[in-house]
């Protein structure tokens, strides 16, 4: 398979200094919501984390309550479907494992909280998988070998589909990005396919790792404290020794 590749202009939280895109980190949960909720969930990921994003708690709380969640009715006390609360995970929207699996040709959509870790070079991988799907029969990898050659499971009739990215080049997930415009960003930005798949990849980086840059910032804090703290050393030392002849 091929390596991944950074989106154009990479993500902002890349490097030493980066920071959140918080806006894109909306962006992609939108897309999460509207597209990629319909076979994945989050297990890891509360609603009230969403406050982190820069919504307010009466925001998270009416944001949860558009999710429904497994409950119990209180009156029979039969399982039954409510609206989720802020303390409530991201659902699966399959009862269990099995009909996972029965809906998406034998495979299970794994939970995306921790994807971008799970995977080398996450980020990139996620969103390069999600825009990088491609014919098999007119595909070509840089030294210009067709790619269905090396990938006879994606021959019609298996029901799964080629990308580059995946391992086995066979994936159980259809293109879950397919139009420009699949989903409408509230603040103008246009939907392409590269834009929908880096926006969703900055989202699951965030929610694998929500204090990437505080680590990141943490980082710098501890370097400049060794350095004072080495100076300081030096000189504390000088002085010590400087009556010895
Ligand atoms: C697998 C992301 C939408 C069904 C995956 C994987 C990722 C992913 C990262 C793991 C690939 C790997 O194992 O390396 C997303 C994102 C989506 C999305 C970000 C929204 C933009 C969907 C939808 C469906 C779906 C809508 C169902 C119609 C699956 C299935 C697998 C999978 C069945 C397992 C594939 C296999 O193991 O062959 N998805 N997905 N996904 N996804 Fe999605």
């Known amino acids: 398979h091929k390596e991944p590749v950074q989106p154009a202009g990479g993500f902002q939280f890349d490097g030493a200094f980066g920071t959140w895109d918080v806006a894109q980190l909306q962006r992609g949960y939108q897309v999460y919501k509207e597209v990629c909720a319909a076979c994945h969930a989050m297990d890891y990921v509360a ?139 509230a603040d103008g930005t246009e939907a392409t396919i590269p834009q929908m798949s880096a926006d969703v990849a900055a989202f699951l980086t965030w929610t694998a790792e929500p204090r990437m840059i505080v680590r990141k910032q943490t980082g710098w804090w501890v370097i400049a404290f060794t350095l004072f703290a080495t100076i300081l050393a030096w000189f504390a030392k000088k002085q010590v020794w400087s009556g010895v002849k």
């Open 47 to 185: 609603f009230r984390n969403l406050a982190e994003l820069g919504y307010s708690e009466a925001q998270v709380k009416a944001e949860a309550a558009t999710w429904q969640v497994p409950g119990v009715d209180p009156n029979t006390g039969e399982a039954t479907m409510r609206p989720a609360t802020a303390t409530d995970y991201f659902p699966s929207p399959y009862p269990n494992n099995v009909a996972a699996a029965a809906a998406n040709n034998n495979a299970i959509p794994p939970n995306l909280s921790l994807i971008t870790k799970a995977r080398n070079n996450g980020s990139n991988y996620v969103y390069s998988l999600l825009a990088g799907y491609a014919d098999p029969t007119t595909y070509r990898n840089e030294d210009g070998a067709v790619f269905a050659e090396a990938a006879p499971g994606s021959m019609p009739g298996t029901g799964l589909y080629f990308n580059p990215y995946f391992e086995n080049l066979n994936i159980a997930m259809a293109p879950p990005l397919t139009t420009t415009g699949q989903v409408t960003y």
